[in-house]
């Protein structure tokens, strides 16, 4: 990705993508993270002169390195089976409370702190864990670090007092020695020594960090985002994490944001489901789907779309049908009334995440800001809007990109000081779109169907 940010202009130039998802080989699930790396290079050449380059990516998972600097195999993907189980071992040495209240993150079976406890024997001959982004990084520049909003991603991370949770990861078997330096989003980490020295910046380099940087709230309004694409990060942005007991019930999490701010926010399963369902399918055509679908009959069915079984690649359609039986409802029968289902669900499942994010934060927002990818979804969007029962303000898509952007530009001089000033460059620049609540339907009944 090329871009240009700066005084009354922010654009992408150009987006070059290309196909990354895991890689079954045998027992084990794994990205394919040379291949990533090899891509990643290919689109800053082809970017062509630039002034920076900044990573971002998905969060918890990582490559260990050896005391040479050598990649140890493959990053496991985090959909492996690998941590199963492991989230209880874990409570016996360490207990949920205990856990919640130095790192604040929500309990999610793949965090990076379980899968390291899932790999013991790795862990004894590996001399440092780099997350993805800095493990790119890393080839890129040969400088070691963890960039804070991704580590505190891990559930390693003490986020009141903003390291390492050192204790702790040596409560859990997890040698200490793996935890890099930390570095904050806005540092230079090095020059790219294969691409004539360009500086490399540390972003916000959990996606979602970045994503909510090119957030478009106007200043002082009370906001909530969701960060939508194959996950929804859905919540509420706080100056401080909320570490109550009523936080810890709600499973919610307390992740590190740009300029020291907390995304206070639960992982809603996302556009995962409507992704695995159109593989399933393999030739649906997602358009043609969605317009059948907004025809289709309101919340004639709806599932628990965070529900373990969504969480593994495999056949969404047959997993709904059996869910709806589950809870005495008729499984939808066509196309488009399995996209229905899921897309009723979704907004379903962001207006629960929403109402429990006031209910335990005691904060109110007025509009929700719908940024990444699932802000293409119009009929998402609107069913957002209504379930929510506040306007939707849908865009920028490319918000981690943009997001991206804006802080390496702050890195490099731009008078760029703050939060609202990035977030207002966005508003000046980027398209977005408005749905208002329509009242049609009963969401508090259809919830009422859920487990």
Not at 30 to 53: H, K, Q, S
Not at 254 to 268: A, H, M, Q, S, Y
Request: net charge negative.
């Amino acid at each position: 990705m090329a871009g240009t940010a700066g005084p009354g202009r922010l654009d992408v130039e150009e987006i070059r993508r290309f196909p990354n998802g895991g890689v079954q080989a045998g027992p084990v699930l794994y990205w394919d993270v040379l291949g990533l790396y090899r891509e990643t290079l290919a689109g800053i050449r082809d970017a062509g002169a630039l002034d920076g380059i900044g990573i971002d990516s998905w969060a918890v998972d990582y490559g260990l390195l050896d005391e040479s600097g050598a990649l140890l195999g493959n990053p496991v993907h985090h959909r492996d089976s690998r941590t199963e189980g492991v989230p209880e071992k874990v409570a016996a040495s360490v207990s949920d409370r205990e856990l919640y209240d130095v790192t604040g993150l929500q309990q999610l079976p793949f965090n990076t702190l379980y899968q390291l406890v899932s790999e013991q024997d790795r862990l004894t001959v590996a001399r440092t864990m780099l997350l993805v982004p800095d493990l790119l990084n890393y080839w890129l520049t040969g400088e070691i670090g963890a960039e804070r909003t991704n580590a505190s991603t891990t559930q390693l991370y003490d986020v009141r007092a903003r390291t390492w949770a050192f204790s702790l990861a040596s409560r859990v078997g997890i040698p200490p020695r793996l935890l890099p330096p930390l570095r904050d989003p806005g540092t230079v980490v090095g020059v790219a020594r294969e691409l004539s020295g360009v500086p490399v910046i540390a972003v916000g380099s959990h996606d979602t960090a970045s994503a909510v940087v090119a957030v478009p709230a106007e200043p002082g309004t009370n906001f909530a985002y969701i960060s939508c694409g194959t996950w929804s990060l859905a919540g509420l942005e706080l100056p401080e994490p909320e570490l109550g007991d009523a936080a810890l019930a709600a499973n919610f999490t307390n992740e590190g944001g740009v300029d020291g701010t907390i995304r206070f926010l639960r992982n809603v399963m996302g556009l995962w489901v409507l992704s695995e369902t159109l593989r399933t399918w393999s030739r649906a055509d997602l358009p043609d789907l969605l317009a059948a679908a907004a025809a289709a009959p309101a919340l004639a069915a709806v599932v628990d779309i965070d529900a373990p079984a969504f969480l593994p690649p495999g056949d969404m359609p047959a997993r709904i049908a059996a869910a709806c039986r589950a809870t005495g409802q008729r499984p939808p029968s066509t196309p488009a009334e399995v996209v229905r289902c899921i897309v009723d669900s979704l907004a379903l499942a962001h207006r629960r995440t929403l109402r429990t994010a006031v209910e335990v934060s005691g904060r109110s927002f007025d509009v929700v800001h719908i940024v990444g990818g699932g802000a293409r979804n119009e009929l998402l969007c609107q069913l957002t809007a209504d379930a929510c029962g506040v306007p939707v303000l849908a865009g920028p898509v490319e918000a981690a990109a943009l997001g991206n952007v804006l802080v390496q530009a702050r890195a490099l001089g731009e008078d760029l000081p703050d939060l609202p000033s990035m977030r207002a460059l966005v508003r000046e620049t980027q398209a977005l779109r408005r749905y208002t609540p329509t009242g049609h339907a009963d969401w508090a009944a259809a919830e009422s169907r859920l487990p």
